[in-house]
Nanobody, 129 residues
Framework: VQLQASGGGLVQAGESLALSCAVS?????????VGWFRQAPGKEREFVAV????????HYGDSVKGRFTISRDDEQNMVYLQMNSLQPEDTAVYYC??????????????????????WGQGTLVTVSS
C-alpha cells in the first residue's frame, strides 16, 4: 500500500485548507482505517483524525475537533482532511497513514502512530498569524 499526501501550503490564520491522500496498491475499501497525523518542529507526532472502512466511524484529536473533517472517496481511492479556522499552532507536516485493522470503539489505539503499517511522505502546512 502506498499513500501520497498533498495539498499543503501557506495560509493565514482563520483560513481553510484541504489535504488529500491518494491511496494505491490496494482498494481503499479493503483498508480498515486511514488516519492523519501531524508533526510540528521539535514536537512528537500527533494524532489528528481517523476514518474507518465504512466511512461512518470517525475520531478526531482534541485540538482539531469542530474544525477539521475527515472523509473518504472509495471510488477515487482518496482520503481527505478539510481544515477550517486554521491557527498558527496547526503548523506542521501532515501525514496520512493506513492500517489493515479497524477501529475498536472500546479503546483509542487509533491515536498511536505505531498501530499504522503504511505511511505517506507528508505535506507541509504553515499557518501565519
Amino acid at each position: 500500500v502506498q499513500l501520497q499526501a498533498s495539498g499543503g501550503g501557506l495560509v493565514q490564520a482563520g483560513e481553510s485548507l484541504a489535504l488529500s491522500c491518494a491511496v494505491s496498491g490496494r482498494a481503499l475499501r479493503n483498508i480498515y482505517a486511514v488516519g492523519w497525523f501531524r508533526q510540528a518542529p521539535g514536537k512528537e507526532r500527533e494524532f489528528v483524525a481517523v476514518i474507518n472502512w465504512t466511512g461512518i466511524t470517525k475520531h478526531y484529536g482534541d485540538s482539531v475537533k469542530g474544525r477539521f473533517t475527515i472523509s473518504r472517496d472509495d471510488e477515487q481511492n482518496m482520503v481527505y482532511l478539510q481544515m477550517n479556522s486554521l491557527q498558527p499552532e496547526d503548523t506542521a507536516v501532515y501525514y496520512c497513514a493506513a492500517r489493515s485493522f479497524g477501529i475498536d470503539t472500546r479503546n483509542s489505539d487509533y491515536e498511536y502512530d505505531y498501530t499504522y503499517e503504511f505511511w505517506g511522505q507528508g505535506t507541509l502546512v504553515t499557518v501565519s498569524s
